[in-house]
């Protein structure tokens, strides 16, 4: 017996494929001894523009798989557009209407027939059908996707359909590319990836807004119970990350510069376009790094390496072309253009939040709210700076922030004569109309003033269990708090380190015009909605 | 006035940089011409072995960042052995004692000094050092890590410091290799990668092995309240997402064929060394394909790709060299190696569960279960499925199981004259010794079976709110399934259609020979453990 045998002559060895898994079908796709082939995508197609002599006595045969997405009937045939999520513009297949059966919007096809050029002005070239073969049938008539305009509102309803619009298939090519062009520029700078944990110990600094994870087997009650008997799930009460940030530390002192693009989560009651309660950080850290240039750098490389790898790609161009169109729901061209050019810029300008406050107080006529040292820069007084540090193209740096309005890890400056006041080591960076969409810092890394700012701001608690009783350490010793293991990364051998992070969903919004968050992210989770 | 100017006036534009942040710094690093520049990494400095002559009278001189890891004092001599994470070797640095001040284990230090041909065995060249900064001062008494034996249970009680352990190092970096070797392999075959969602509405089929999600702020009374008002955070009970498939196979209906590498949760309360509540999964899902075989093929081609492009790697021979070492956790060296070869092997075997089950009856005396068709197979069937086909090396793919043990989604085979038991076209990927990688299948694409199958697995139930009160849908037709969109998803427009999911984790265990996932997760979770 070679029992090894029985797999090779197994139903699934001679599969016959209806997609493309082979990079070699892509090429043979286009290649004229092999017609009948079955083509990658409408979006090669669409490319492929076999000039007349080629194919006088003999137009290439292909066949295609795609969604209508229209139908317009004539006398004896049928107009279908055609299209897969591969381009925004559809694919013209002219069907006899005896073959038109079950040619209905939204219905999943595969058409065979004959790529030959088109007499029309709004392609060069279209299929004439010759085979049908209705994968999917759609009832058209319930079928809520239609090709007239339909409000974003309207879309959000349809999480699980939404994304077969052309708009919203660009957008996830867009965000596909981005990852793929982070992983790039990453790798090239040998930085780790890493995957930091989304169930976590820390409440994050027990502000409230961060979600809570319990078995859906532990009823509030059976909680209670078991956590007096010390057996609830995970001992004491866990949370859902709201950064990574402290565990890329502890990451950074085992392979030095690392990196993430990893969910975060809030449970804000806010309802805005900017805040989702689920969403994407990307987020880097450097170790033996004792200058924040050196982070703002690392954050200006990134994003402009990004911007230029991404900007000539299919689905930019495809974002900026429906930019351009009236009723579009995206933010003009213009503005959408000057996106780009503002993240391609060479140089991006640094200034201290007390310059800014400087710049801001010489024109205080023009805020609703007194620009005072010491404040939070309100959404008036970032644009303001976008607009004058940054041209309203540039992205603007703005470093330096008060101690007591940042978070208590970010390392503390040297007070000097010209500027007394407490600041530490930060930055936010800000672009014109969305304001901050980065922010970085040094991290304290000495044991002492770290334990001392978390004292300041309240942080150096004891951990509790579900019931809120405070858990004794290993030791019997005394409270144990849940940053502890954060302390201890400064206990032995801590060196200087900093990093940034970067709403990753705001950045997809802010470079394809997309109005409102929600409406990039495909799943998008705020207060009162989580659908699907 | 000119504010731009205040940015390139600032302190941070001139910033000397401690770490390296431009590729141009990398290569400097060995320019002899530029001496004093701080090295990449220990790695890098390892590979540089200027020869004698070119050294004779000016040998380079270099600065080096790491951790110290040991050191052994002679009468006016410290040897130190330092590392950095990038190299499981460390590099020897020689100080003199009147140097050697905070040079204790743990500490982060920066190192100047000549790079020189070493007389010892264990080196080609060592550093001899003329300056020693101590970056991060380490108390080595209490400092956890120590460089003598330490058990994985010991290392595991403290996994914020863990990392730093040289073989934890390379497990990152291996970690960060493969997610980028992923992403050029799905890249190079136009699969976009996606973001699923991760707090989700499904409960994984009633099944209760699921995490739910609650604000912190919605204590259980507040959250029953509020929950009548309909006012609790997202107006019913959500979970963490256990799969990305079914928001994967939505947006399979957008894009075509897409992937991702997302986290999933299980509530399970096993204590075993291959399950975490928190784990990686690799999913992807293609679209337009109507035969297993193409899914296969994906699953085998990608493991193929990831395995030669991984072998090569730096981490990879660390890894290996691991398990070679008398007294390594790892498995043992033969053993990992077979397994590299296997899935880099070109032919992987298929075979059916019914043939596999004919192979399990002929041996029926070696197991403890007796075969029978329509069981689950047990670890003891899957490894001897594993030996007897796979020869003990080759992944083996057993295909079509039982209709009735697995998942309600998949699409059922034909009954045929030699096969008339209910099957479904799914396969699991059997690899020796760890058995089940991957699963995957065809899904069941056409409305009306789906709706039976659901109907058959007790999945089509209401929606409810956190009180268990049913949902009635928008028209107050009656109860909404927590599924309905998915059934939607086979309304309009559904191809066929097929993937498959692949615990990353447990993958990456596989192939570095780490015994236990909770060993290769920096950050693992599971039932009673959530460190930091």
């Known amino acids: 017996m070679r029992p090894a045998a029985l797999g090779r002559a197994s139903r699934y060895s001679q599969g016959r494929v209806f997609g493309i898994s082979h990079p070699d079908r892509f090429r043979r796709c286009f290649s004229h001894e092999i ?7 409408v979006a090669k197609l669409l490319q492929w523009k076999p000039t007349p002599d080629h194919v006088a006595d003999n137009p290439p045969q292909v066949v295609i798989n795609g ?3 229209s139908v317009r009937s004539m006398k004896s045939i049928r107009f279908v557009a055609l299209g897969d999520g591969s381009s925004l513009a559809p694919l013209q297949a002219i069907v006899d209407t005896k073959h038109a059966e079950g040619l209905t919007v939204g219905a999943a096809v595969r058409l065979s027939g004959a790529w030959v050029s088109s007499p029309g002005a709004s392609q060069s070239h279209e ?3 010759s085979k049908v073969e209705v994968l999917g049938p759609s009832d058209a008539k319930t079928f809520p996707i239609q090709k007239k305009y339909q409000t974003p509102e309207f879309l959000r309803t349809l999480p699980h359909l939404r994304p077969r619009t052309p708009l919203n298939a660009a957008l996830l090519r867009f965000r596909s590319d981005a990852i793929a062009s982070l992983t790039q520029f990453f790798a090239s700078r040998t930085f780790t990836q890493t995957h930091p944990p989304i169930i976590t110990s820390s409440d994050c600094e027990g502000a409230g807004e961060v979600f809570t994870v319990t078995p859906a087997t532990e009823t509030a009650d059976q909680a209670n119970t078991d956590a007096k008997k010390d057996d609830s799930f995970f001992r004491s009460k866990k949370y859902l990350t709201v950064s990574g940030q402290l565990h890329l530390e502890a990451l950074s002192q085992s392979v030095g510069n690392v990196w993430t693009l990893s969910p975060a989560f809030r449970a804000e009651r806010s309802d805005t376009s900017r805040h989702l309660s689920e969403f994407y950080m990307l987020e880097a850290e450097m170790s033996f790094v004792d200058n924040l240039g050196a982070v703002m750098d690392l954050t ?23 930019s351009s169109q009236s009723g579009s729901d995206l933010a003009p061209l213009d503005e959408v253009r000057r996106r780009w050019e503002g993240l391609m810029d060479p140089s991006w300008p640094r200034i201290t939040y007390t310059e800014a406050l400087g710049l801001l107080q010489k024109n205080a006529e023009m805020f609703t709210e007194k620009p005072t040292w010491g404040m939070n820069l309100q959404s008036e007084h970032e644009k303001f700076i976008a607009m004058s540090v940054g041209g309203g193209q540039k992205p603007v740096f703005v470093t330096d922030y008060p101690r007591d309005i940042k978070a208590f890890y ?5 007070p000097t004569a010209e500027q007394p006041n407490a600041t530490v080591e930060c930055f936010d960076l800000l672009v014109p109309e969305v304001c901050e969409i980065a922010g970085g810092s040094m991290r304290e890394h000495r044991l002492e003033p770290l334990q001392d700012a978390m004292k300041r701001h309240g942080i150096l608690k004891p951990a509790m269990d579900v019931n809120g009783n405070v858990i004794p350490d290993a030791d019997g010793n005394g409270p144990t708090s849940n940053l502890d293991w954060y302390v201890d990364l400064r206990r032995w051998g801590c060196p200087p380190h900093g990093g940034f992070g970067l709403g990753f969903d705001r950045l997809l919004c802010y470079l394809s015009g997309v109005q409102t968050i929600r409406d990039i992210v495909a799943f998008p989770r705020w207060v009162g909605r ?3």
């Open 35 to 41: 017609s009948q082939e079955t083509c990658s995508s």
């Open 67 to 69: 969604f209508v997405r």
């Open 300 to 322: 200006e490389d990134m994003l402009r390496f990004l911007a230029k790898s991404l900007y000539e790609t299919a689905a930019v161009k495809e974002l900026l072309s429906r």
């Open 410 to 414: 970010m390392r503390p400056n040297q």
């Open 530 to 532: 989580c659908d699907c």
């Open 127 to 129: 299929l004439h059908v």
